[in-house]
């Protein structure tokens, strides 16, 4: 989806019998998905949302909803709760907290392994995912990141997968992955990894991108590191602990 939306070898082919893209394994953002859409002249351009725990889907868009972001409605029969990761309780609409599902799709365990089960699924019978995300005023879910890969800077929580989005909105960025560094004080710092597209984009260009479009907490006080590629799985899921290595 990324080289769709920015390599200049797609302007070299006829892609007009193209109609139709379904997005999964990663979350796109909503800026990405325009570009492609409107690059492509698509008619649909959605996402959905599942797990390997919960064996397929549990949210898609409809096909008749054109809107770039979330990733879908819950499926028929299944259900979920946003469960606010530090009290526990149930959160309305537009907060952020852990997504909790419960449907015929989940599965009933991890094969010989009660511990982790209990950890992950509750006497109610709710997988406990690990992704953070919302549900919206319309009932859409919207993924912001995964739990363990939020940022903990002093009392804010980072999703790396805003600050990546935002990164990409930059002409002269071809790809890029953010982490957290260990500090003292702050506890962590949030560090980006650049793939740039010209190598007159420096450090304090990037640096300054990010201050000038997002909170203070989320500035790049770890740094910035120029790379010629961001290391990621065959499903094009960032691979955030070769970037910690």
Do not use: C
């Amino acid at each position: 989806m990324l080289f769709l939306a920015k390599s200049p070898l797609v302007d070299k082919y006829d892609l007009s019998s193209v109609r139709f893209i379904m997005a999964g394994a990663a979350s796109l953002n909503q800026d990405m998905m325009e570009t492609i859409a409107n690059r492509l002249n698509l008619k649909f351009l959605m996402q959905g949302y599942g797990l390997t725990e919960a064996t397929a889907a549990s949210t898609i868009m409809p096909h008749d909803v054109i809107n770039y972001g979330p990733v879908g409605l819950l499926l028929p029969n299944t259900e979920m709760k946003v469960i606010d990761v530090t009290s526990g309780k149930p959160l309305g609409s537009g907060q952020d907290g852990e997504i909790w599902l419960r449907g015929p799709q989940t599965m009933k365990g991890y094969l010989k392994n009660p511990e982790a089960t209990a950890q992950s699924i509750d006497k109610d019978g709710f997988l406990h995912t690990g992704d953070i995300g919302h549900i919206d005023e319309d009932g859409f879910l919207w993924i912001a990141d995964r739990l363990k890969e939020l940022i903990k800077y002093k009392a804010f929580q980072v999703p790396p997968a805003e600050l990546e989005a935002l990164l990409l909105t930059h002409p002269q960025i071809l790809d890029a992955g953010v982490i957290g560094v260990p500090d003292q004080a702050a506890g962590e710092l949030p560090r980006a990894f650049v793939v740039r597209k010209t190598e007159s984009l420096t450090l304090e260009m990037v640096r300054d991108f990010v201050a000038e479009n997002a909170s203070p907490h989320k500035w790049l006080r770890g740094g910035v590191v120029f790379l010629d590629q961001i290391p990621k799985s065959a499903s094009g899921k960032i691979l955030r602990r070769e970037l910690k290595k």
